[in-house]
């Protein structure tokens, strides 16, 4: 009865203030029995909350077991081959699942609802000027505390040997693969076979022209350009004739959306298996061992997140930065326990739109992009690394060669694929580049993981800071609901609505 009259209050309220939606207007949305026409109510505790109980249990948990047995116990390595291993592989590949629907679909209705060709050109040109400046500065940051720290004169001989031991093997295969993948063309063809697809479908696939082989990443760079090519089309065609191709994705929207509902509710027990993979295997001596370098990135990291973002959010977006991480928390535990832009985005699309009110359509475009070309995190930290691993081989990089490692880490930023690890080999083509021993990446490969579960967090967080900036510039007022553009021109049906979840 307390809950009917609570409703109650909560309608009248409605008519005399602007709705507002609620912080937790995904979580509330994921706790229920995700059937769209059962009004119930959510049950249980806090899908943010299960994950991080997740996330503690299982560092906790890998911890002990590695103090107390070993990583390279053979019960550990069988408890993680056969239990631990395949349900976290299962989550994760539950959501790349989702991606390549979600994304192409969200892409193409958020263009086509954008409408005019100018706005979706000052949208593009924001969207741009902003992830060059915040990863500019993100370098900035992680190259001054290299230079001050300076943690490659920090690590002993003898642990600098058994790290490259233990992952020499790891590093060497690393390496040849990098340089297998180098190519001889020219910096602007460079740019027009890494962005235009020939064949779009054989991009999704991960099938590489000239390759033999393929991979189980798709390009995600071609597959966005493809999208925004049919949702401008898609704008400058009558709306009658494009109306049945985007009511078909709008319904691929929400069944995807959706998918990603069923599949988060494994996440708590997924994320704990993924955390104790890290941690039982290596435990915190390899931290300890490389306390310095970490100690760097992650001071780095830190200073973006809570220094950098916090300013953009409160000067650009207009929201209270406690606010703002309050109500993305959901979306940072998933990007901290998957440590992959593309995983999390789904999330990252559900929690933007609804916790923070940033509509649909401008949403959808700087997300889907901002998921492969605005890493933040990962420019800073490649900066740190290669600056790192030349203190660690007695090579001093002059001002102008730091300068060049800076350029190159913005550009790694934009480039990088968002996904586990997806830093490596452009790391091991600057240490080429500037004359380091690129076998020196096995120092790092133990810490990684867990240093890439943290700025993959910073990435994520940022492509969100990005979609509020560009909308509260396009004249959108945040934290307010917005019905998405073609559902208001009637060009597609309106599916459920999370902004029914109103304050």
């Not at 390496?175 to 479908?201: E, F, W, Y």
């Not at 490969?445 to 990435?459: A, E, Q």
């Amino acid at each position: 009865m307390a809950d009917d009259r609570r409703d109650e209050d909560d309608r009248r309220d409605e008519d005399v203030t602007p709705p507002v939606v609620r912080a937790d207007a995904y979580e509330r949305e994921a706790t229920t029995d995700l059937k769209d026409t059962t009004p119930d109510r959510p049950k249980g505790m806090a899908l943010h909350t299960r994950i991080l109980i997740g996330l503690v249990v299982g560092v906790v948990a890998g911890v002990v077991v590695n103090r107390a047995f070993g990583g390279d116990h053979p019960g550990v390595a069988w408890t993680i081959r056969h239990i631990t291993e395949p349900i976290g592989t299962l989550f994760l590949r539950l959501l790349l699942m989702v991606v390549i629907p979600l994304v192409f679909s969200s892409l193409v209705v958020g263009v086509a609802g954008i409408g005019d060709i100018r706005k979706l050109g000052r949208v593009g040109l924001k969207s741009f000027a902003y992830v060059l400046v915040i990863s500019g500065i993100s370098v900035v940051i992680g190259l001054t505390l290299a230079n001050t720290i300076r943690p490659g004169e920090r690590i002993d001989a003898a642990t600098k040997a058994g790290l490259e031991a233990r992952y020499g093997t790891d590093a060497s295969k690393r390496v040849a693969d990098a340089t297998k993948a180098a190519t001889t063309d020219s910096p602007l063809m460079q740019v027009v076979t890494t962005i235009v697809p020939s064949n779009p479908v054989a991009a999704v696939a991960g099938i590489v022209a000239g390759k033999e082989t393929q991979t189980d990443t798709p390009n995600m760079l071609h597959l966005m350009f493809f999208a925004v090519i049919l949702g401008v089309a898609a704008t400058l065609i009558p709306e009658n004739v494009s109306a049945p191709l985007l009511q078909g994705l709008q319904a691929l929207f929400e069944i995807s959306a959706k998918i990603i509902d069923i599949i988060m509710k494994i996440a708590p027990f997924a994320v704990a298996c993924l955390l104790f993979n890290n941690t039982a295997r290596f435990g915190l001596d390899l931290l300890q061992a490389l306390g310095w370098f970490m100690l760097t990135v992650l001071g780095g990291l830190a200073i973006h997140m809570f220094g950098v973002y916090s300013l953009s959010v409160y000067f650009l977006s207009r929201i209270s930065p406690i606010e703002f991480f309050r109500r993305i928390k959901t979306v940072m535990l998933t990007a901290f326990s998957t440590s992959s832009s593309n995983a999390t985005l789904p999330t990252a699309l559900r929690v933007s739109e609804e916790n923070l009110g940033v509509p649909r359509e401008i949403n959808s475009f700087v997300l889907t992009v901002g998921a492969t070309a605005n890493q933040n995190g990962t420019a800073l930290y490649e900066g740190v690394t290669v600056l790192f691993l030349a203190q660690l081989a007695g090579i001093d990089l002059t001002l102008g060669q730091q300068l060049g490692i800076a350029y190159f880490a913005i550009l790694g930023g934009i480039g990088t694929a968002g996904v586990p690890s997806g830093s490596i080999p452009f790391i091991i083509v600057m240490l080429v580049t500037y004359g380091i021993n690129p076998a020196l990446i096995a120092i790092i490969l133990g810490v990684d993981r867990i240093l890439d579960m943290c700025r993959t967090t910073l990435n994520v967080a940022g492509d969100i800071t990005a979609a509020t900036y560009v909308a509260r510039s396009e004249g959108y007022e945040l934290l307010k609901p917005h019905i998405p553009e073609l559902e208001r021109r009637g060009v597609v049906a309106g599916g459920p609505s999370s902004h029914d979840l109103i304050d």
